[in-house]
């Protein structure tokens, strides 16, 4: 079956260090996003890519870097320089479309605390 | 910028009530908007979408309609059952040349006593 795999679902992190979620999708989608939920704010975008070896900051990409090296895959690095870095994050992709009227497909999801 | 209002919660209610969860955004164009559903410990799922106005989005007894003139897009349901207790998202996505990202509702967590 189609998806998106995310990894690990549970990371600690300790202070000062770099750490790297993965996102794999293998639904052959063009895009692929990286959302951050926090509690009671909704989810807000960190990074997007539309194709391959291109990708576009989102509204919180400060402490956050990504790459799309391949289509199906699109790590996301939480850096040290990302202050309050505990949070749950989010992987989705999507066919690319004009006017965005295609739907996003999440991952389950990694949570990411500070130890 | 673009936004997405949504009634806070927790809503709760009781097996068999009717469901309603207020959505309204605010968009410099015309935006495709969308339900998602998200269980505990889980990503977000699909739940339904419109992208144009008067269409009307269903999936599993949900159904919501897109309302250009008030800029509204409420989620609504029949008859709620326990499973059913979730956090609801509403969002829009604006794109004009692709595809930039939702922007989402801060959720409404939903809880459906038996």
């Known amino acids: 079956d189609g998806g998106i795999t995310q990894s690990p679902k549970y990371l600690f992190r300790k202070e000062g260090q770099n750490v790297t979620l993965s996102c794999e999708q293998n639904?052959?989608?063009?895009?692929m996003y990286w959302y951050r939920q926090d509690p009671g704010q909704g989810l807000r975008l960190i990074y997007y890519s539309q194709i391959v070896n291109d990708f576009q900051k989102g509204d919180i990409a400060e402490g956050y870097s990504v790459s799309r090296e391949k289509k199906e895959s699109f790590p996301l690095t939480v850096t040290s320089a990302q202050k309050n870095p505990t949070a749950f994050y989010l992987c989705?992709?999507?066919?690319?479309?004009?006017?965005?009227?295609?739907?996003?497909?999440f991952g389950d999801g990694t949570r990411l605390s500070i130890l | 910028g673009d936004s997405v209002t949504q009634m806070e919660g927790p809503v709760t209610l009781s097996e068999e009530a009717f469901l309603t969860i207020n959505c309204t955004y605010t968009?410099?164009?015309?935006?495709?908007l969308f339900w998602y559903v998200q269980y505990p410990g889980e990503g977000l799922q699909l739940l339904l979408k419109?992208?144009?106005?008067?269409d009307k989005g269903s999936n599993k007894g949900f159904e919501a309609t897109y309302r250009k003139e008030t800029t509204s897009f409420h989620l609504e349901k029949g008859s709620v059952q326990v499973s059913d207790s979730a956090v609801y998202f509403c969002a829009l996505s604006l794109s004009g040349g692709g595809a930039d990202g939702l922007t989402f509702g801060k959720g409404t967590h939903l809880i459906i006593q038996p």
């Open positions: 639904l052959n989608h063009d895009a």
């Open positions: 989705a992709s999507s066919k690319y479309s004009s006017g965005g009227r295609q739907p996003q497909h």
């Open positions: 968009a410099t164009g015309y935006p495709s």
């Open positions: 419109a992208t144009k106005a008067d």
